[in-house]
């Protein structure tokens, strides 16, 4: 999956009429989002939405925010996104402005805003979720959860082995592998209900999805 960004030129790839053809449309219009950054993005939000319906939003690390836009696309049971990253870029505003005209009922319930990670308040409420927070960001983003005990959703990449727990277990299997062996334990830990699957691999080799919800 490369990194081209989507354009207008790229509007007749997708002439369908499912809601993936639908999204993908709104992208091309906005100009500025990598074809890889719709596929990752629409991957995790229709799988996560398949387990976690309703709540408030929290997209963590969220980029562009397009896995908050998707998840209310996908569920209007939620009323409002909030998407959280140290910098956003500015051109998430085109992004904000495609989805609202093709979505009018999205207008004003997604909130982008710049701040730490860790900093984000979430309740017992929430669906937090969080697509490629690299290295030891995932396990910011799985503290905050915690914390609050609100459901999450993690799609963890760029694995730091010095920075991320590997739990012993990097002699046995990949210490990419044994980080993420590692949060899933956690979780159970913490008294969460654990669940895992993977996306395509042609989509992203960093595929590993972990969804967790407390008991």
Not at 126 to 133: G, Y
Request: aromatic share 4%; charged share 30%; net charge positive.
């Amino acid at each position: 999956m490369n990194r081209t960004k989507l354009n207008r030129t790229h509007l007749h790839r997708f002439a369908g009429e499912t809601l993936f053809d639908r999204v993908a449309r709104a992208v091309c219009e906005a100009e500025c989002l990598p074809k890889k950054e719709l596929y990752e993005s629409w991957e995790v939000a229709r799988r996560v939405r398949r387990r976690f319906r309703g709540g408030r939003v929290l997209d963590l690390a969220c980029g562009h925010g397009l896995v908050a836009w998707l998840m209310l696309v996908l569920d209007d049971t939620s009323k409002e996104a909030v998407a959280v990253d140290v910098r956003i870029p500015d051109s998430a505003a085109k992004i904000a402005r495609t989805l609202t005209a093709t979505w009018p009922r999205l207008e004003g319930r997604i909130t982008l805003r710049e701040g730490a990670v860790d900093q984000a308040e979430a309740t017992k409420d929430d669906v937090i979720v969080s697509a490629h927070a690299c290295g030891a960001l995932t396990d910011r983003v799985l503290d905050v959860a915690i914390r609050a005990r609100a459901r999450v959703a993690v799609l963890p990449c760029c694995h730091d082995e010095a920075t991320c727990d590997a739990g012993g277990l990097d002699g046995w299997m990949d210490a990419a592998l044994a980080v993420d062996a590692t949060r899933a334990a956690r979780l159970r830990g913490e008294g969460y209900r654990v669940h895992t699957q993977l996306i395509p691999r042609n989509v992203t080799p960093k595929n590993r999805l972990l969804c967790a919800s407390p008991h």
